[in-house]
């Protein structure tokens, strides 16, 4: 069974850019997240979509962040403008359901802001 | 807010000692999981605890789960080099007693053991 898959791997972009995260969650899997891993810290949930649509995003920075999750599968992450701060690997993961289900955990985005 | 505590965030260990790992949470929830990170990799599931005195073995660790207390301890045995990662915990949040599959992490646990 393939695993979650998150491209790029690697992002490396100037404060004030743009960029955008792609996610394909284990398929049949209707609850995808987007975490933000600092370093040093323990990934924080950004936002979860059961479906297409959004569960939670109290956590999500929506001054500049946004999050997609079209047709129910596979989800975007953009940034827009990018702060020096937003320096994080970006985990996307998926499981079968919301509640009771394992979450399963891709090789995530490593991003960097100059 | 959920919270979650770690301790210790480092730990150095000689190879074939023993030791534990502490997860402190502040809200009631039954359903806690560790995780293995290895440097530049993804999160890889451990342990997936359900319920009050919960306890799980994989090898050379062991997970436990006290909801009363909420605390969870990771404990390693005869450590090995292998084991050298960060290992975190995560609790699931609940809502009026159901879980809401959101992850709460702590800050992880710095795992180096030398020969």
């Known amino acids: 069974e393939a695993g979650v898959a998150q491209s790029p791997r690697y992002k490396i972009i100037e404060k004030r850019q743009s960029v955008a995260f792609w996610c394909n969650p284990i398929?049949?899997?209707?609850?995808l997240y987007w975490y933000q891993q600092i370093l040093g810290q323990g990934p924080k949930l950004l936002i979860q979509?059961?479906?297409?649509?959004?569960?939670?995003d109290s956590q999500l920075p929506k001054d500049r962040f946004s999050a997609e999750r079209l047709k129910g599968v596979d989800s975007t992450l953009k940034i827009q403008p990018a702060k020096l701060e937003d320096s994080a690997v970006y985990l996307c993961?998926?499981?079968?359901?919301?509640?009771?289900?394992?979450?399963?955990f891709g090789p995530g985005t490593r991003l960097t802001v100059t | 807010e959920l919270k979650v505590e770690q301790n210790p965030l480092f730990l150095s260990m000689q190879e074939g000692k023993n030791y534990t790992i502490y997860c402190n949470y502040s809200?009631?929830?039954?359903?806690l999981y560790w995780y293995r990170q290895d440097p530049g990799k993804s999160l890889e599931s451990l342990f997936v605890?359900?319920?009050?005195?919960a306890v799980k073995q994989e090898g050379r660790l062991m997970a436990s789960l006290d909801t009363k207390a909420r605390l969870s301890t990771l404990h390693i045995t005869a450590a090995v080099h292998d084991l050298s990662a960060t290992y975190f915990c995560?609790?699931?949040?609940?809502?009026?007693?159901?879980?809401?599959?959101?992850?709460?992490f702590g800050r992880g646990t710095q795992l180096t053991v030398w020969p």
């Open positions: 605890l359900l319920s009050n005195g």
């Open positions: 995560a609790v699931d949040m609940t809502d009026r007693g159901s879980t809401l599959g959101r992850l709460y």
């Open positions: 398929s049949g899997h209707a609850t």
């Open positions: 979509f059961q479906n297409n649509g959004v569960v939670d």
């Open positions: 809200t009631t929830s039954d359903r």
């Open positions: 993961a998926s499981s079968l359901g919301a509640r009771y289900y394992e979450q399963y």
